[in-house]
């Protein structure tokens, strides 16, 4: 589980933009594996190294978009975000236990449980 | 009459006049996907047993002399990203290699209540994330044309099923070209409809602000069938438009006398394929020949969708995807059972390919404290520009023209150690999935090597109409839709 006091803390070389930014122009094997565990991947040496060129490349290609002027601009997260989406709350029928349970790869149906290895102090 | 080359329509219109059964239909389709797939690996999964028993209730309700759907026998294939009840679906990943859905995407239940027969599940890119088939955990698809060329992606597998005559219909997913871009690269007609045209519901998420599921055809007449069958709201999918939804195929008219066609000319001006380029140019003249003013129009920030895109579409998708953890369905690592966020971990990284990995990477890190602002929010802010720029245009503009891709398709592996490379390839069509528009892939011309080109229109929100008249009109004048892959 992420924690989410943990703010990552990635070692760049820097370069200050007009606005007052920082923006990444490389980064390090130390940063793709911080970025792996906030996504929970347990990637292996060789995607290490190969992530931390090719993520570096699209950046680097990504940052242009901190140049263009945006103040004042409204963000769109959403197309259709206008539209009114509420519904009554009334309850419907939905996926019976079983159903659900179907797919788990270990599953116990009887007790209706998704099992999963130690949570706490694994 | 030869089903295998007749129109969606035409084998509807014969099973309704007895001239065919469905059931020959479903067995032409399934005898061609045994004969060609071998050599194309179009489809993840044919359902026969299944398909068979539909056409065999469509069959016996016209001889009880039923009132039968629009669709009624017509053979279909999915994208392997689509939910249908007791049929696995995969997203060509080995994270849901034997995911076997609960329940009916909304498009099912709607092709299916057309009438429809759905035979199989095609592949696609993992997850979708892809131009060119080449992510698929189960291998490329071959595209029809040439087969050791990419046939586009993400939906490759349902772009060279219609090119290769296996269906007249298919469907595929949209995030930021997938319908479009593989339709090009295999002489088809793609369709992504706009933003909230068609539920979600069912559909295996992607990026969700973006993700559309559009048909694929070989005419821009089965297209707009296809369209009035599945668009409508849906309760199960809050994003779809409350908008209604016109009969598509009546808007059919062959004329494009009153028709402003945008012309971006800056746009296109750098990085097009030189015969990609006559071929769009061929195809502008087409239209103002058949009557259509051609305006000049700026969209000054449509250079920058293809960075905006990859930081929202992997944003989105780094979210979605935190669902496949080894808990609720799909695959989970053997080797690690001492610790739950051991077992997410290996799961994770055992069950995804390297593109998912690479998007999930790229999105987590562009949400992550200190770069949400300097990356997300800013796409999120450029994105909103570049709606504005399409806005203004279509004040001058009825719809806009483009390439659909900057070069014709490339051979397999050519592209697959740059990813972004590969990225700078979607340029012409990731900006309708950001402003959420209607787009459409044509057939225009074919590369000195005999592959195919597409032409792209796209139009404003929620007016496919005049989307699929302007397609319609240009290839009423042209005969590029009726050539035929050797295979």
Known sequence: MQNANTTPRLHFEFCILNYDRLVPTSLTIADVERIAALAQLELTDEEKHLFTKQLADILAYAEQVQAIDTSGVPATAHVNSAQRTERDDVPRPCLSIEDAIANAPDGAPEAGLFRVPRVIGG | ?487
Not at chain 2, 308 to 326: I, K, M, P, Q, W
């Open chain 2, 1 to 487: 009459m030869n089903v295998l080359e007749a129109t969606a329509s035409s084998v509807r219109d014969a099973i309704a006049a007895g001239q065919l059964s469905a059931t020959e239909a479903c067995r032409a389709a399934l005898d061609q996907i045994a004969s060609v797939n071998a050599s194309l690996n179009a489809f993840n999964l044919v359902d026969a047993d299944r398909a068979l028993g539909r056409a065999q209730e469509i069959d016996r309700r016209r001889a009880a002399g039923e009132v039968l759907g629009p669709l009624a026998g017509v053979p279909v294939a999915l994208k392997d990203n689509m939910n249908v009840r007791g049929m696995r679906t995969t997203a060509s990943s080995r994270i849901l290699e034997h995911f076997v859905p609960p329940y009916d995407a909304t498009v099912v239940r709607r092709l299916e209540g057309g009438g429809a027969v759905i035979v199989g599940k095609t592949n696609c890119d993992e997850f979708a994330m892809g131009s060119s088939n080449e992510n698929s955990a189960f291998g490329p698809v071959h595209n029809p044309w040439a087969l050791d060329h990419i046939p586009g992606g993400s939906s490759g597998g349902s772009a060279a099923a219609v090119a290769a005559r296996c269906v007249p219909l298919a469907l595929g997913s949209d995030t930021g070209g997938s319908i479009r871009q593989p339709a090009a690269c295999c002489g088809v007609v793609g369709l992504k409809p706009s933003y909230g045209r068609v539920s979600r519901y069912g559909l295996l998420a992607f990026a969700s602000s973006l993700d559309q599921i559009g048909p694929f055809a070989r005419t821009v007449a089965d297209a707009a069938l296809a369209l009035s069958a599945l668009a409508g709201v849906d309760p199960c999918d809050a994003t779809t438009a409350n908008e209604p939804v016109p009969d598509f195929s009546a808007a059919l008219t062959g004329s494009v006398k009153d028709v402003r066609i945008g012309v971006p000319r800056a746009f296109v001006a750098d990085g097009v394929d030189e015969q990609v380029r006559r071929a769009y140019e061929a195809a502008l003249e087409t239209l103002r020949r058949a009557g259509a003013a051609l305006v000049d129009i700026d969209l000054p920030h449509a250079k920058y969708a293809v960075p905006v895109y990859y930081l929202v579409c992997t944003a989105e998708a780094s979210s979605n995807l935190a669902r496949y953890d080894g808990v609720k369905y799909g695959y989970r690592s053997n080797g690690a059972n001492d610790s739950l966020k051991e077992m997410y971990s290996r799961t994770r990284d055992e069950g995804f390919g390297p593109e998912v990995k690479r998007r999930i990477m790229l999105g987590t890190y562009v949400l992550s404290a200190g770069y949400y602002d300097a990356f997300y929010l800013k796409a999120l802010q450029v994105r909103t520009l570049l709606r504005r720029d399409y806005d203004q245009a279509f004040e001058r503009a009825d719809v806009v023209a483009m390439p659909t891709t900057p070069t014709p398709p490339f051979k397999l592996g050519e592209k697959t150690s740059d990813p972004l490379q590969m990225y700078l390839g979607d340029i012409f069509t990731v900006s309708a999935n950001l402003a959420g528009l209607p787009g459409i892939s044509v057939p225009c011309g074919f590369s000195n090597d005999g592959l195919p080109i597409g032409f792209q229109l796209m139009g404003r929100m929620f007016d496919e109409t005049t989307l699929l008249r302007v397609a319609d009109a240009y290839e009423r004048t042209t005969e590029w839709h009726t050539r035929t892959p050797s295979l």
